[in-house]
């Protein structure tokens, strides 16, 4: 059981991928299958839907980002690996943030995203404020992914 | 570096010009026809929309001629050829061109009837197909299936759909239709779905057989009166002449090829004049002159006067907008701002009252992107490529041009930021070292800092570039007001709030709480923070009492004040937002270290290098395309939401003359 802090660090680590990534993964194929729908009409705005479709993508980036950083901290990734279970407690919770926010705003992100393809569709001019949308969902991400960074970052200097 | 300066124009030209001052000015594209004029006893309206649909039409046959051309005889395009822009054309090869437009048309005609014949024989080839594949079970039947028997017997000739042996059959037979006794059995060919049977039968128990074979659901075979042999053969005949057609017309449009592009030019053609007879609509005429109205550009102006007067016999007549025209919009700015003109476009061009915020939109543009992305070998990956694309493709479409050199500038700026912060690749270089020259001391040192080992700094920093881009938007909403002749209004809307939200970040630094948590070296002296939140407070009381100043009744006033002084916990979420300068930062730095350390696996051998380029150039490649997406999606948002919410509305209309709006070609006059 002495290993137990170095295994809930890594379950930390494994489930900001993992729900970003699912979430990510969802939103990117809803907005797909819009986009697609899309190019069968007007082969010519495959670029503008195609960045919109890819807007979503990001949380699942973030996940791993997430990920890295706590494999890097905890010494998975070369170097001893030596967490107590506090702290392995502590890299846990601070995974959670981008796990869920990262699942939950890449799906609605997904949907916005959907929704501004067909704003595409029929108006390709107010692309500019088409890409906002999405965008505006994904602040959420960020705000949790900075908090994850941050309490990550600070697990290092914490005495447990 | 402003919204070009607008006038109104008036131009009145003999009807016998009208076709050549309508090309002109065309050609020219500095006008915006506006159609104000309304028809009275003397100045009446032509109504050309009919020939308006027929140039309509001719226009999109030639496209689809051309769409038939790409099909069956694709052009050799480069990938980047889409830069490439239109060709320009001098006036004298656009007459040319043009006198043989009905020529072209038939061939676009031509075309379109190959096209056609290809669709119909198509669809023959399935129907002779099948009724091969039907005949094939009767190949090795030596009569014509139609056969019906002769003088004294009766020939069934069909199949059931199951597999059944000669005894089945007879049984069966023998048991539906006792009385007949002289039936012949043969089986022609048997398969898993249906047996082929050749039945004779004496004339008289022809009908007991019909009725049993009936009853075992016995089909007929596709007639012919030939032998099956030689009906297969004349199908293949039929099918291989159906073939020969085809390819034949294949043939004939590929030779059409050298006729592309002048039947793009007809395509053109046909959409200028589809143009110009809009144009030609809305204009009032009377018996002798025609009189255009519109807008044009102060710059321009003269010379389109000029250009006018020396050709024609017009009269023009120059005056200034009124507060109530619905004046276009179009910015000019230097070099250096004019390439994200295509993103305050795409926002909104600037309204009536409002500057153009050009030049101070690309100052941060550029800042913000390169913060975004922050690797030194993408920025300089992106200039590479925008300059060769820029240098290639002299004949770029300006907006794309705009677009590309918005790139080569934030590529700048990307190079700048990734050296600031020590990123070429993420760590490649300390990777490549150490794995293949074992030297792990050899590394980019940053010139400023590494975000990832100093996550705090970089959002304080970040946080800072926050409140400096709001700050000038908040300074442009003041020079806006005072622009427009109210001082009062930019201290109500802008100079409250610097005081109120200034203050309140001064003052949080006072707190050695917040600075510790921040990570910064410094705490300001008590002093400065009593001067912050007096200053602060009176920010706060300004704005309770004058942003319902639109109301009459003081009660109402306040209680907007009041909401309008809720407007403060929108900066804390707009100066939060810009934390994504460090998460888009820091994953394009992670991931790339990602790779690097993925493709430095396999260790320093040949093999390991071998692995390390094809992971090293898969993996940038994705990383600079998503981060360098990610960081135009969150820059413009940054612009959008935070910077223009402070200042910016929009609403101008743009400015969209008549000229030549076409697809392969452009005219250029030659002055």
Known sequence: MENMGVVLALLGAVLAALFAGIGSAIGVGIAGEAAAGVVTEDPNKFSKVLVLQLLPGTQGIYGLLIGFITLTQIGIMGGSSDISVAKGFLYLAACLPMAFVGLYSAIKQGKAAVASIGLVAKKPDQFGKAMIFPAMVETYAILALLISILAIFGIAGVNA | ?671
């Open chain 2, 1 to 671: 570096m402003a919204v070009v300066p607008m006038k109104k124009v008036l131009i009145c030209g003999l009807k016998k010009d009208r076709k050549g001052t309508l090309e002109l000015l065309q050609r020219q594209g500095v006008l915006e026809i506006s159609n104000v004029l309304q028809e009275d006893d003397m100045f009446r309206k032509m109504d050309v929309t009919s020939s308006k649909t027929v140039f309509e039409r001719n226009a999109i046959i030639a496209e689809q001629a051309v769409g038939i051309l790409d099909k069956y005889a694709p052009e050799d395009k480069g990938m980047l050829d889409s830069f490439a822009g239109r060709e320009i054309l001098t006036v004298e090869q656009y007459e040319a061109n043009a006198g043989q437009h009905d020529e072209t048309m038939k061939k676009a005609y031509r075309l379109q009837e190959l096209a056609k014949q290809i669709g119909e024989n198509s669809a023959v080839i399935p129907k002779l197909e099948q009724q091969m594949e039907a005949l094939a079970p009767w190949k090795s039947f030596d009569l014509p299936l139609d056969f019906k028997g002769t003088k004294k017997s009766v020939a069934f000739i069909g199949s059931i759909q199951e597999e059944i042996s000669l005894e089945q059959l007879r049984e069966q037979l023998g048991a539906l239709a006792p009385e007949a006794e002289t039936i012949d059995l043969n089986i022609v060919s048997s398969s898993k779905e249906q047996t082929c049977l050749f039945i004779v039968c004496a004339k008289g128990d022809a009908d007991a057989v019909e009725d049993a074979l009936k009853k075992l659901n016995f089909v007929k075979p596709p007639l012919s009166s030939l032998v099956p042999a030689k009906r297969q053969q004349q199908l293949e005949e039929e099918l291989s002449k159906v073939k020969a057609e085809i390819a034949g017309a294949e043939k004939a449009i590929a030779d059409m090829a050298p006729d592309r592009d002048s039947i793009k030019f007809v395509m053109d053609y046909y959409t200028m004049r589809s143009e110009k007879y809009g144009v030609l609509n809305g204009l009032v005429q009377s018996r002798r002159v025609f009189l255009i109205t519109g807008y044009v550009s102060v710059e321009a102006a003269p010379a389109l006067e000029k250009l006018l007067q020396d050709k024609y016999e017009v009269v023009i007549e120059f005056s200034e907008p009124e507060e109530k025209d619905d004046v276009p919009v179009v910015l000019r700015n230097n070099k250096f701002a004019q390439p994200v003109e295509g993103v305050i476009e795409s926002y909104s061009l600037p309204g009536q009252g409002e500057i153009d915020p050009s030049m101070v939109v690309a100052c941060f543009y550029y800042v913000l992107f390169g913060l975004m992305l922050s690797d030194a070998a993408y920025g300089l990956i992106m200039i590479a490529g925008t300059a060769y694309c820029l240098t290639k493709y002299k004949n770029m479409e300006d907006g794309m041009r705009k677009f590309m050199k918005m790139f080569m500038y934030c590529g700048i700026s990307t190079a700048f930021w990734g050296f600031m912060f020590g990123s070429f690749f993420g760590d490649a270089v300390n990777v490549i070292a150490t794995t293949f020259f074992n030297r792990p001391d050899i590394r980019l040192a940053p010139i400023w800092f590494e975000p990832v080992s100093l996550p705090m700094k970089m959002l304080v920093f970040a946080f800072l570039i926050g409140i400096i881009h709001l700050f000038t938007g908040l300074g442009i909403k003041f020079y806006t007001c005072v622009r427009n002749g109210s001082l009062k209004d930019g201290i109500y809307d802008a100079v409250f709030w610097y005081m109120l939200v200034g203050g309140g970040i001064v003052y949080l630094l006072t707190m050695s709480m917040f600075t510790d948590m921040l990570g910064l070296s410094f705490t300001l002296p008590a002093a400065a923070g009593t001067v912050a939140a007096v200053l602060a407070v009176i920010g706060l009381i300004g704005i309770v009492l004058t942003s319902g100043r639109e109301s009459r009744s003081w009660f109402k006033r306040i209680l907007k004040g009041l909401y309008g002084a809720y407007g403060v916990t929108s900066y804390l979420s707009d100066i939060l937002s810009y934390s994504r300068l460090l998460a888009l930062g820091l994953a394009t730095s992670v991931i790339s270290t990602v790779f690097n350390k993925m493709g430095s696996m396999v260790g320093g051998t040949i093999p390991g290098a071998i692995v390390f380029i094809l992971v090293f150039l898969i993996g940038h490649s994705l990383n600079l395309a998503i981060n360098a997406l990610g960081a135009y999606v969150h820059t413009n948002r940054l612009q959008f939401v935070e910077f223009f919410g402070k200042f910016y509305e929009g609403g101008g209309r743009k400015f969209e003359p008549f000229a030549i709006h076409t697809k392969y070609y452009k005219v250029k006059e030659d002055i």
